[in-house]
């Protein structure tokens, strides 16, 4: 999407009265288009998503961040409001949000894995009664919207971009297969039972931002009611992590061991729910033809594969 920035800003200034001077591009989150906007009031975070799919995830998701900050949590991100109190807009066909700006880096090591841990437990602890968000229902529908996508892609005229993607799904053909079949499986042992459900972010790991010794959960894009496994699998095959894991939740009072089946569905549920995206993204423009073939090859060796092989012998 490419979008006129002095538009952009007039847009911005008439909607939130920021009178916003200048916008930087900044990359933080894989969807959308993101800048930091300098005005009078300080830094804000701009971003812009365009995804006709994505667009749903990301407009639910602000009542839920404005919530958590009503309860207190400060370590999540901070929706600003419109000059006629909206939570987010529609700017060329795209949804617009407005935040505080947060200093730091975007960090991962074993010490900002306890401190996710420990803020997403502080999430959980918070009641969602009355709250509008989705809720987890342990399908294997992330399949099936893949399938209808290699579908679409067939059904497309046959460029280059097009006929790689193909091989490509076809080469791994029976790896694909073999995770549909493990995620039906464990859907299956997952769906009689729907307790221990809490507010989730479903990203956490690669989104947070240390600034200075404070610690800042971000890109709440998708939350769902779910349990702590759709935050946890990311570092199912560590030990230290899972022991980190159960004492941040302990620390807030939540006494609940997480589950193996329950990892597992994540697990399988991820890896199809990621190539879903990837082809999203193509479709919708947001990622060039000759980017995409390159991503989705790199992403069947990256780092999702050492949690998988820990969830295959489960």
Same mark, same amino acid.
């Given at each position: ?32 288009? !993101?800048? $930091? ?8 975070? &701009? ?5 006709? =799919?994505?667009?749903?995830?990301? =407009? ?21 409001? !419109?000059? @006629? ?9 795209? !949804? ?17 894995? &306890? ?9 959980? +602890?918070? #009641?969602? #009664? ?19 996508? $290699? @579908?679409?892609?067939?059904?497309? #005229?046959?460029?280059?971009?097009? +006929? ?5 799904? @076809?080469?791994?053909? !029976? ?11 464990? #859907? ?21 931002? &240390? ?23 990311? $570092? ?24 193996? =089946?329950?990892?597992?569905?994540? $697990? ?15 479709? @919708? ?6 980017? &995409? ?22």
């Amino acid at each position: 999407m490419t979008v006129n920035l002095i538009e952009l800003i007039e847009f911005i200034n008439r909607e939130y009265g920021l009178a916003v001077m200048q916008l930087t591009e900044t990359k933080r989150g894989y969807y959308g288009e !993101t800048w $930091c906007a300098e005005s009078p009031f300080g830094k804000k975070f &701009i971003k812009l998503v365009k995804s006709a =799919e994505h667009r749903k995830r990301y =407009e639910q998701s602000f009542s839920i961040m404005e919530y958590l900050n009503a309860q207190g949590i400060d370590a999540v991100s901070k929706p600003l409001k !419109t000059v @006629d109190s909206k939570l987010f807009v529609e700017f060329n066909n795209a !949804t617009l949000g407005v935040f505080e700006w947060i200093n730091g880096d975007n960090i991962q090591n074993e010490q900002t894995k &306890i401190a996710e841990y420990n803020i997403l437990a502080e999430v959980y +602890a918070v #009641s969602a #009664s009355g709250l509008d968000i989705p809720i987890e229902n342990f399908t294997t529908d992330v399949v099936d919207i893949f399938r209808r996508q $290699c @579908d679409k892609l067939h059904e497309q #005229s046959q460029s280059e971009t097009v +006929a790689s993607l193909l091989r490509l799904f @076809d080469s791994k053909q !029976t790896i694909i297969e073999h995770r549909a079949e493990r995620l039906a499986h464990f #859907s299956e042992l997952c769906q009689s039972d729907r307790t221990h459900f809490y507010i989730t972010h479903g990203d956490a790991g690669g989104n947070i931002i &240390i600034d200075g010794g404070k610690y800042h959960l971000v890109d709440w894009d998708s939350p769902m009611y779910a349990p702590p496994e759709r935050d946890a699998w990311f $570092c199912l095959h560590w030990e230290w992590a899972t022991k980190a894991f159960h004492d941040a939740l302990n620390h807030r009072g939540i006494y609940y061991t997480l589950r193996t =089946e329950r990892l597992a569905y994540y $697990c399988y549920k991820f890896f199809f729910l990621y190539l879903t995206f990837y082809l999203e993204s193509y479709f @919708d423009g947001s990622i060039d033809g000759d980017k &995409i073939v390159g991503e989705v090859m790199e992403y069947f060796s990256c780092w999702i594969e050492d949690n998988i092989r820990f969830a295959d012998v489960l």
